[in-house]
């Protein structure tokens, strides 16, 4: 696309001419892709990255006279040659050793859409890096080198993807100019890709991986990165940037099951009261019956508000502020769904976790469990088994340590309004933060409810008896209502009556 001034001050776009204002307005409306990289070290993510970039033309000149300055000095591509991985490379000693140790984001646009990227480590230590760039992505790449094909960090970074519920997955075969551009060689590596997919464990759908397409690139030298190489004839796909500009993303989010996890109540005058959070899932329009969890209470949308005027819908990620027809007691912390199309409600519940923490696993804490607007204290009930991320296979532990993966059983102190991750990412992931050190032990993505009779301990809640303590029946129901203003903190009680 080229751009034109004129006198006007109207641009000229692709012949046709565009105002300022029109220009601003289109590339507001352009939709976003969020995409990480992943794999071995040396495989070359941050160079693709960089290339990326480079070819683009989405460089500014300070940036192109710094990278060619820093490829002279610290630079691993060879002598004349740019290398683009300085680019995200910021840390002293990622520069040293030619790794990638934090996540490095990028963001960039084209005429047809934005894109945040995430260029992840590849080392097994740092996993918990990936799961963080992962966790909001709807793409992921994953770089071989075309000279050792697939191998173990290829199956543990896709078994990550897999588990963080990313649909689309591109494998990109790269440096293929040192294997001569064999189209033998590229056969056989997504032959073999393709093969282990089909290997992964298979406790529930959330393990599936819809879309996979396979590039064969040379990052270094810009084979099928922006443009068509013709150094590939046998190749009939698009370019790298291509694919990722048309890739439909639309789709990925739940559109079926309404969920509003209520954030803040706002309250500005006596004549409004609505309830401010974003759209978890599903759509919602003014006049739809809506329910309120945990009471069961329902009543209809009267308006939906937001800053720039009243919507007559509002869908994921919108955050918007619902005005009921009735008065209803809700706080932060509860959900609006549909009365026909509910979560689970329950206290426990199976998942699995990826432990973050430095600080190895203590199954006799407690922690503090952040769900959507919710949160409450938790305990680990047992853990099912942990997941070598690199074999596949599970084995027998009573604990977790920094950047392992297990699936667990969880119990909670009141009751989460929650489903299935694979369904659902924004209701059904967690996060466990400890209670001493404000420090993140663990993300984890829900699988499903579990019944009182899996549970390998009890649940230990405190109980009060209310007749014991004399407490005379005319005044339990205030001391009911107490109770569940602390449930709904996040303390929970047994009343005997």
């Not at 070819?55 to 192109?64: A, I, P, T, V």
């Not at 760039?133 to 543990?156: K, M």
């Not at 696993?361 to 088994?385: E, G, Q």
């Not at 899996?454 to 405190?462: D, E, G, V, Y």
């Amino acid at each position: 696309m080229t751009i034109q001034d004129n006198p006007n001050g109207e641009q000229a776009f692709d012949n046709k001419k565009m105002s300022i204002e029109e220009y601003l307005d289109q590339d507001e409306k352009k939709d976003l892709l969020r995409f990480l990289t992943a794999g071995s070290v040396d495989d070359g993510k941050s160079t693709l990255i960089g290339r990326l970039l480079f070819d683009s033309k989405k460089l500014y000149e300070d940036q192109l006279s710094a990278l060619e300055r820093d490829s002279q000095r610290v630079g691993n591509a060879g002598a004349g040659h740019i290398d683009y991985a300085l680019l995200l490379d910021g840390l002293k000693a990622e520069r040293e050793q030619g790794i990638t140790i934090d996540v490095a984001y990028r963001y960039f646009s084209t005429n047809k859409r934005k894109f945040i990227i995430a260029d992840t480590p590849g080392h097994e230590q740092y996993t918990r890096n990936m799961i963080t760039g992962g966790s909001t992505a709807n793409l992921a790449i994953i770089l071989v080198d075309a000279r050792t094909g697939v191998i173990t960090q290829t199956r543990r970074h896709t078994f990550l993807c897999a588990l963080l519920g990313i649909k689309h997955i591109v494998l990109a075969v790269n440096k293929m100019d040192l294997t001569g551009f064999s189209q033998e060689i590229f056969d056989r590596i997504t032959a073999d890709y393709h093969a282990f997919l089909e290997q992964l464990p298979a406790e529930n759908s959330s393990l599936s991986i819809p879309d996979v397409k396979c590039f064969p690139l040379s990052a270094l030298e810009g084979d099928n990165v922006v443009e068509k190489s013709d150094r590939t004839p046998w190749y009939d796909g698009p370019a790298l940037l291509e694919y990722l500009e048309t890739v439909e993303i639309s789709e990925d989010h739940n559109m079926t099951d309404f969920r509003f996890p209520v954030q803040y109540v706002l309250r500005p005058n006596l004549d409004f009261r609505g309830f401010s959070g974003k759209v978890a899932s599903g759509i919602i329009h003014c006049g739809d019956e809506v329910m309120a969890l945990p009471s069961g209470k329902k009543s209809r949308v009267k308006s939906i508000v937001t800053y720039d005027g009243n919507l007559d819908y509002a869908f994921p990620p919108q955050s918007v502020t619902l005005q009921l027809e009735d008065e209803i007691d809700i706080s932060r912390g509860e959900m609006l769904v549909r009365p026909d199309n509910q979560p689970h409600v329950g206290r426990q519940f199976e998942t699995m976790l990826v432990w973050m923490d430095e600080e190895p696993m203590d199954m006799s804490k407690s922690f503090y469990l952040k769900h959507t607007t919710n949160t409450t204290r938790c305990r680990l009930d047992h853990i099912k088994h942990k997941v070598n991320v690199n074999t596949m296979e599970r084995s027998e532990t009573d604990h977790l340590v920094l950047n392992e993966i297990g699936q667990a059983v969880i119990v909670t102190s009141k009751e989460l309004f929650f489903d299935a991750y694979h369904r659902n990412k924004a209701t059904g992931a967690f996060v466990l933060i400890d209670p001493i050190t404000n420090n993140t032990s663990a993300v984890g993505m829900i699988l499903a409810p579990v019944a009182d009779e899996a549970l390998h301990t009890s649940a230990a809640l405190p109980t009060i008896d209310l007749g014991r303590l004399g407490i005379a029946p005319e005044h339990r129901d205030a001391v009911r209502r107490a109770f569940r203003e602390l449930e709904r903190q996040g303390i929970a009680v047994n009343l005997v009556e």
